[in-house]
């Protein structure tokens, strides 16, 4: 019998697949009433020690050049989170270990310093997080993003955040300030608009309504928020495209975006298993859907195709968000952030590696 885990986004454990070993249930093994009872497993933190921070980004799908990542696995449980595999290489599953086991990269704001000193760093700006989300819930405890916002303030350099936790709005003090130099943009992720669909697909994440309210409180500040509809999954939230867009509009969202699901590695196995967990009437259909979009396959790694999809049901989605962005949103040219003030204080120094 598969136990339940409340609160947690799978009920899953996949094997590591590079493991050469992995521990399975002894099916013979006669469970009592006992061991039918709801699990709710609880988060481990693990402090590690990273080697690096600043991450280059050449992807031509994504508009970024540096990402940083501070934790490394997330605890909001989104079913889709693309990250999830990247819980292999630490040792972990891709399911239940993603969120929770958390690694947190106790030195991270050591390293980021002597990567940012180093005489040949050329100054761009820098997204927190490309991989797992800043602000989950263990920032409240080892407070490593703020940490990194006070280095970026003191040292003039331009950060980007994507996030989907109202938690940001503790460091509203420092994005302000950031702001006043040009040196901060927000994206913040909106993938419902109906919290019961939020709930099912990221059951530790902030409320819709809290995010819409971190938007309008963002913007009331003059900071440029980007509103990520991300994923759009067809037959699950793909219905709530123009009511999603209109919310972020209307709580002050300067831009907006949208990519369609795509389920590589492990992720194919996660979805299908919380599928047939949360909606069994509908698991075929929304799994023929989603391989629709990526030429039959539900997993795409083809740059420029793998972010929007192709065919008939990828077009659907993308005219229903034209439509909707041109009905609520106005064309905004924003100003590229600074990235002329960089000024490592004092106590840095410019180095070679």
């Known amino acids: 019998m598969e ?61 970024m050049d540096y990402s940083l990542n501070p934790y490394q696995g997330c605890e909001h449980g989104c079913i889709y989170c693309y990250a999830r595999p990247t819980h292999n290489y630490w040792g972990y599953s891709a399911a239940d270990d993603f969120e929770t086991k958390i690694m947190v990269k106790t030195n991270a ?58 938690l940001i709005k503790r460091d509203l003090d420092l994005l302000d300030q950031l702001n006043q130099l040009n040196l901060v943009r927000v994206a913040i992720s909106v993938t419902a608009s109906q919290d019961a669909t939020r709930r099912i697909m990221e059951p530790r994440a902030s409320s819709i309504l809290s995010r819409l309210s971190t938007i309008r409180l963002l913007s009331k500040l003059d900071i440029p928020v980007h509103a990520m509809l991300a994923p759009i999954i067809p037959g699950i939230n793909s219905h709530e495209i123009f009511e999603m867009v209109s919310a972020c509009a209307d709580a002050g969202a300067k831009t907006c975006s949208y990519q369609i699901i795509r389920l590589n590695g492990d992720l194919q196995q996660i979805f299908e298993e919380w599928l047939e967990l949360q909606m069994p009437e509908k698991k075929e259909k929304v799994l023929n859907q989603i391989k629709s979009c990526h030429g039959g396959s539900l997993a795409d790694s083809r740059f420029k195709i793998r972010m929007k999809g192709e065919g008939n049901m990828a077009d659907i989605i993308k005219q229903q968000f034209l439509l909707a962005k041109t009905k609520y949103f106005q064309a905004v040219d924003l100003p590229p952030l600074n990235v002329e003030i960089f000024s490592p204080s004092k106590n840095g120094m410019r180095t070679l590696w």
């Not at 797992?132 to 970026?152: A, F, H, N």
């Open 3 to 63: 136990h339940k885990k409340s609160g947690r986004g799978t009920t899953s454990h996949v094997a590591n697949r590079y493991h050469q070993q992995n521990y399975v249930p002894d099916p013979d093994f006669d469970q009592t009433a006992e061991d039918e009872l709801v699990i709710s497993p609880k988060t481990k933190c693990i402090e590690v020690l990273a080697k690096s921070m600043i991450n280059v980004v050449k992807s031509p799908d994504l508009p």
């Open 109 to 166: 704001l050591e390293i980021l310093k002597k990567e940012m000193c180093a005489k040949k760093y050329i100054p761009k700006p820098i997204v927190l997080s490309g991989n797992t989300d800043c602000y989950q819930p263990v920032e409240k405890k080892y407070g490593l993003t703020r940490k990194i916002l006070e280095l970026m303030l003191e040292w003039k350099h331009p950060v980007m955040i994507i996030t989907k936790n109202a």
